[in-house]
């Protein structure tokens, strides 16, 4: 399974931007989104829309698929 960081580096390099151009359509120093693709830096989830745009993907697409256990039982979830 990709990290996000992995998956930004896949959609940057696919999208043909440099860090360089990538960071500035996000709004971000290139040393800021180096340390993103690193997933050294993983806490700036509030920029993950303006990296999205900037790389011309979803949202959801940056993020690993996950596996999430399937409940068995009927009970409803309370809310």
Known sequence: MQTFG???REKRVAAGLTQEQAA???GMSREAYAL???DVNVRTLSRVPS????L???TDSLFP????PVQ???DE???
């Open 6 to 8: 992995q998956r930004l």
């Open 24 to 26: 500035k359509e996000a």
């Open 36 to 38: 993103l693709e690193t």
């Open 51 to 54: 990296l999205a745009k900037a």
């Open 56 to 58: 011309g993907c979803s």
């Open 65 to 68: 698929e996950m596996d999430l």
């Open 72 to 74: 068995e039982d009927d």
């Open 77 to 79: 979830i309370p809310f």
